[in-house]
């Protein structure tokens, strides 16, 4: 039961439903999902092993904010991750590959219009991993995978105000590995990473 509830904060954490700054009230919770205390309890310190929360004095388990040193780490990464796995799949797709990406950026465009956060950055998510499958390397896939749970967190708070221009740049870096251009491909891709965070620091600098 603990795992249950534990799936579900997480979840709710990545997908902003708990934004960062959220106070964690267990009675609450238990109340919400149908569940005694001690399960919450226990999923609480979970998260708090996990780095999702901090256990502030007076206040309890609170959902964590992200510094600037991370925020810069975790996009960085990021950005290295998806411009290599961008340039293998432009080296190695074929046609299945890409009719398969391009089924994806045709359904990410429909699907993400009006859709709710959860949708968009869910769609987002599979469009990157589908190129890291392309490009071949497991171990590059395996760390694309690993980051996942982090980049979809920071992307989430920009989403809903990117989608429209990330689908489009999913397109041009299709399009490049579609004509087999490695280079156009991880450029198109970095440049995608490096959109996102700007935005991000952006909207936190506003806030």
């Not at 490695?182 to 806030?207: F, N």
């Amino acid at each position: 039961m603990s795992q249950r509830v534990f799936a579900q904060l997480e979840s709710d954490i990545l997908e902003r439903r708990r934004p960062p700054g959220s106070r964690l009230i267990e009675d609450s919770i238990a109340t919400e999902l149908g569940v005694s205390r001690t399960p919450v309890r226990e999923a609480i310190r979970m998260l708090n092993r996990t780095g999702w929360v901090d256990s502030e004095p007076h206040a309890g388990a609170v959902v964590r904010n992200p510094d600037l040193e991370e925020i810069g780490d975790v996009f960085h990464v990021r950005e290295v991750l998806e411009r290599d796995a961008a340039e293998l799949a432009a080296k190695h797709a074929d046609k299945r590959a890409v009719q398969e990406l391009r089924r994806l950026t045709k359904r990410g465009r429909k699907d993400s219009r009006g859709a709710a956060l959860a949708t968009v950055v869910s769609l987002n998510s599979e469009f990157h991993q589908a190129i890291a499958r392309t490009g071949g390397s497991r171990l590059l896939q395996r760390f694309i995978e690993d980051l996942d749970k982090q980049a979809r967190w920071l992307f989430a708070a920009v989403a809903l105000d990117r989608v429209s221009a990330s689908w489009a740049e999913h397109e041009a870096i299709v399009q490049a590995i579609a004509a087999g251009q490695p280079e156009e491909a991880g450029r198109l891709s970095a440049e995608h990473c490096r959109r996102s965070r700007d935005v991000y620091l952006e909207q936190l600098l506003r806030s």
